[in-house]
């Protein structure tokens, strides 16, 4: 064989030896990143990843290798915190530097056809984001490049966007018509025209800020009300007690408003507590992700990696909260903070739940849930008992509370329970206020003809 012809052979073996050792590489955890599972080439962890139950697998993890672990998925990284001090010391502390996201893939995220189209695409996204093929995009983006043909999800993924897309541009283009034409009333999209007109971005834009509030909104207050009334069917002596408690304040007269709350102080604790007892976000949703190489505990943190709030375990840690799967609002009889003072708590051993994230990516909307949730909890609590449900031999029928909904999301599974009113003068006063409110809204768009009365509007 002539000498070029050896030196091109050699130099091509090299090359494939240097892309096989390369390729090998990945998924494997290298020295000085924080402890973990095992991993396989190429894989790295991904084939020990739940396909349900994820929280309580994530909860074993950290109680085997510590608060701060890591998990190497295909060639990405994921650093996940599972103690509050650790999520203060960096999604708080460090908040400059953990606030990024990866570079994930995922769609931004009848009586009425657009809002049953709402809720529909909340289904839809959940199931795309809990199939193996979601997540083997997101550990291995190379997969993006490969046309939709071999990858059926992708292809549906992509008419999910269109879809929603036209849904929510359409909602905003409505909501800036009525500010030109001067039919208005003042509201979140109001102010969000005029910083457009300051700012310049696009209607997709715009419009993809104010479908995220509605989205975020409905989704997770109404996930935990369904938490709620699981733990009033499993923890009878606490619907009693509640009850009780509103029954003292406010009566069998009227429902409870807001001027209630400082006054109801076991329902403020029924709802911290339903926040701790089954979080919606229960991973913490989408993880952060650090821009620069970080060290902690004498761990590497590596740049571009993910870190995620493992919110279940926190909630779980019994130094924090004994005997953390009982239902107990009295953790919280002197705890007087707002949701968000306590998420802002310079002493994290006195933050209440960790549901509504951290540092930079904490949910702007907090306030907001606070007030629904105290407002739906009340109202319900006033207004029904929640009972189990029997079988044909007479014994209740009980959820199991550790049977979740998978997703960025999650909500009890589907459970059986009787809500039965309290009395024919509660359901009276419900009829009444219903059509009241009612009145309130225009029959064609289902908003507010006027802002009622006492309503605070969220401001930019």
Not at 157 to 171: D, I, P, Q, S, T
Not at 249 to 259: A, C, I, N, Q, S
């Amino acid at each position: 064989m002539p000498l070029a012809n050896r030196l091109l052979h050699i130099a091509l073996s090299a090359i494939f030896v240097l892309l096989v050792v390369r390729i090998l590489r990945i998924g494997r955890r290298p020295a000085g990143y924080p402890p973990g599972p095992p991993t396989l080439p190429i894989l790295g962890n991904i084939h020990l990843m739940p396909s349900s139950n994820a929280h309580l697998q994530f909860q074993k993890w950290a109680e085997k290798y510590g608060p701060v672990y890591s998990l190497i998925l295909g060639t990405k990284t994921l650093v996940v915190l599972s103690s509050d001090t650790a999520v203060k010391d960096l999604l708080d502390k460090k908040s400059s530097i953990y606030s990024d996201r990866q570079d994930i893939w995922r769609t931004p995220s009848k009586d009425d056809t657009k809002l049953k189209q709402l809720f529909e695409g909340f289904d839809e996204f959940s199931v795309i984001n809990q199939t193996g093929t979601a997540a083997l995009i997101d550990f291995f983006p190379l997969l993006r490049k490969f046309p939709d043909w071999m990858i059926p999800t992708q292809a549906q993924a992509r008419r999910m966007h269109e879809k929603e897309k036209n849904l929510y541009v359409g909602h905003w283009l409505i909501a800036k018509q009525s500010i030109q034409d001067g039919t208005a009333k003042p509201s979140f999209s109001a102010d969000l025209i005029r910083l457009q007109e300051k700012e310049g971005f696009s209607d997709a834009q715009a419009s993809y800020i104010t479908g995220s509030l509605l989205e975020a909104g409905s989704d997770t207050t109404s996930s935990t009300l369904y938490g709620f009334v699981q733990a009033m069917l499993l923890f009878p002596e606490v619907q009693k007690k509640a009850q009780a408690e509103i029954d003292r304040v406010v009566g069998t007269e009227r429902l409870p408003t807001m001027d209630d709350e400082p006054n109801l102080q076991y329902i403020r604790g029924v709802i911290k507590e339903s926040l701790r007892w089954m979080p919606t976000t229960i991973l913490g949703a989408v993880p952060h992700a650090v821009i620069q190489d970080d060290y902690y505990k004498g761990y590497l943190i590596p740049k571009d990696a993910g870190v995620l709030n493992n919110v279940y375990s926190i909630h779980h840690d019994p130094a924090r909260f004994p005997n953390p799967r009982q239902f107990e609002p009295m953790r919280y009889k002197d705890d007087y903070q707002s949701l968000f003072d306590a998420a802002n708590n310079p002493d994290v051993t006195k933050r209440d739940q960790f549901t509504f994230g951290a540092g930079r990516r904490i949910c702007q909307g907090i306030h907001v849930v606070e007030r629904s949730l105290f407002l739906g909890v009340s109202r319900l609590l006033w207004s029904f008992n929640f009972e189990p449900e029997v079988d044909e031999n007479g014994f209740e029928i009980l959820p199991d509370s550790n049977r979740l909904t998978q997703g960025f999301v999650c909500m009890p599974e589907p459970f059986k329970v009787k809500i039965v009113p309290r009395s024919k003068e509660r359901v009276a006063l419900i009829e009444k206020e219903w059509k009241e409110a009612q009145e309130l809204l225009d029959p064609e768009t289902k908003q507010w003809k006027e802002v009622p009365e006492g309503m605070v509007l969220p401001r930019l």
